[in-house]
């Protein structure tokens, strides 16, 4: 299992456009990645799981990742938040 955590730097926070490309990217994995923001968390894989989450500049996001490629998933999920979000 793999673990990292996250402070949200855009101004914007996550917004749909981004959470959609977000969860094309997580689908193609194997690995299940969860996402925990404060109290709320869900996985990745689910569209509305994840806008559910509010997530706004300066929340601090905390994911986990457990398969078979979670070192491959951890590496581009960790590129994808610094790059979006």
Do not use: W
Request: glycine share 10%; net charge negative; proline share 1%.
């Amino acid at each position: 299992m793999r673990e990292f955590d996250y402070t949200v730097k855009s101004i914007v926070g996550l917004h749909p456009r981004v959470a959609g490309v977000l969860m094309h990217l997580v689908r193609d994995f194997e690995s299940d990645i969860i996402l925990t923001n404060g109290d709320k968390g869900g996985n990745l894989k689910k569209l509305l799981g994840i806008l559910h989450m509010n997530i706004q500049y300066g929340d601090r996001l905390h994911l986990q990742i457990s398969g078979e490629d979670e070192e491959v998933a951890c590496q581009e999920m960790q590129a994808f938040m610094v790059q979006n979000l």
